[in-house]
T-cell receptor, first 114, second 113 residues
Framework: DGGITQSPKYLFRKEGQNVTLSCEQN?????MYWYRQDPGQGLRLIYY???????QKGDIAEGYSVSREKKESFPLTVTSAQKNPTAFYLC?????????????FGPGTRLTVL | GENVEQHPSTLSVQEGDSAVIKCTYS??????FPWYKQELGKRPQLIID?????GEKKDQRIAVTLNKTAKHFSLHITETQPEDSAVYFC????????????FGGGTRVLVKP
């Protein structure tokens, strides 16, 4: 299960706190992604990045922020502005180029707001 | 933006029978359609994908068909086995536009022995 890792596996947050989820990959992929998965639902894109120092909002970016200072790392911060942050968060990475490319997922972080 | 709908949301089949999951998409410019399998508590993993220049692709017991005119694609699993029990997600993207995937809502497949 190497290649793309996430930490921590479980995270508990009090209301009003910001928390940062880690995502690291050693696959030499240019693109990285953050998804949110709620029980019984599909994956919704939060942010994605195709290259270092550049990222774009996905479908549900409000209340989240990211940075991409290194190719290997794409941390996600869940801010206090996110009203319902309890969810399973998945990070993914892929190569870039036309025609579509397989996304490889990390093991996920389960965030619970107390 | 793209919208992907997936049906059914749950599917129960007898071991050895076939399972079919269907997805429709809205963006006619989408040209890459992967299928992911997510076992309980694990990460999604790609099982098969298809690009818009082909209508069908097979890999052992799984196959995917694509109808670009109707904007729908389907996953077919033959001779189902208990280890096929999982949640399956379809997705679509414009492959040239940043590889951004839009996922369907998922289908929970239960294979009964």
């Amino acid at each position: 299960d190497g290649g793309i890792t996430q930490s921590p596996k479980y995270l508990f947050r009090k209301e009003g706190q910001n928390v940062t989820l880690s995502c690291e990959q050693n696959l030499n992929h240019d693109a990285m992604y953050w998804y949110r998965q709620d029980p019984g639902q599909g994956l919704r894109l939060i942010y994605y990045s195709q290259i270092v120092n550049d990222f774009q909002k996905g479908d549900i970016a409000e209340g989240y922020s990211v940075s991409r200072e290194k190719k290997e790392s794409f941390p996600l911060t869940v801010t206090s502005a996110q009203k319902n942050p309890t969810a399973f968060y998945l990070c993914a990475s892929s190569t870039t180029g036309s025609g579509g490319n397989e996304q490889f997922f990390g093991p996920g972080t389960r965030l619970t707001v107390l | 933006g793209e919208n992907v709908e997936q049906h059914p949301s749950t599917l129960s089949v007898q071991e050895g029978d076939s399972a079919v999951i269907k997805c429709t998409y809205s963006d006619s410019a989408s040209n890459y359609f992967p299928w992911y399998k997510q076992e309980l508590g694990k990460r999604p993993q790609l099982i098969i994908d298809i690009r818009s220049n082909v209508g069908e692709k097979k890999d052992q017991r799984i196959a995917v068909t694509l109808n670009k005119t109707a904007k729908h694609f389907s996953l077919h699993i033959t001779e189902t086995q208990p280890e096929d029990s999982a949640v399956y997600f379809c997705a679509a993207s414009r492959g040239a536009a940043g590889n951004k995937l839009t996922f369907g809502g998922g289908t929970r497949v239960l294979v009964k022995p």
